[in-house]
Nanobody, 122 residues
């Protein structure tokens, strides 16, 4: 099973930018995604990317402010976030599914990273 390690979170101010990284171990011919979970809320979809990188999808709440990308040669995935808002505060998780296409559905993801905290102050 693929092991994922998320990093890059931190404390930033509203309007700042931040890039999250996800390192994968093992052979990863998988669609991947970022999800997030705010305190007291259910985990929610943020962005997803196919193995080829040709297909990406975003939650409406982050569309236009986030860019998901991947580097298959180095087994890395990224989420570049800009114009951050306090409501973006959450633990961000990267995930890999068992097929090469993208998906918004959490149940399709078999491998999960440990999460990285993003806190946006107003």
């Amino acid at each position: 099973q693929v092991q994922l390690t998320a990093s890059g979170g931190g404390l930033v101010q509203a309007g700042d930018s931040l890039t999250l990284s996800c390192a994968a171990s093992g052979f990863v011919v998988s669609g991947m995604a970022w999800f997030r979970q705010a305190p007291g809320k259910a985990r929610e979809f943020v962005a997803t990317i196919s193995y080829s990188g040709h297909t990406t999808e975003y939650a409406d709440s982050v569309k236009g402010r986030c860019t998901i990308s991947r580097d298959n040669a180095n087994k890395m995935m990224y989420l570049k976030m800009s114009t951050l808002k306090p409501e973006d505060t959450a633990v961000y998780y990267c995930a890999a599914n068992s097929r090469p296409w993208s998906s918004r559905q959490q149940y399709e993801y078999l491998s999960w990273g440990q999460g990285t905290q993003v806190t946006v102050s107003s």
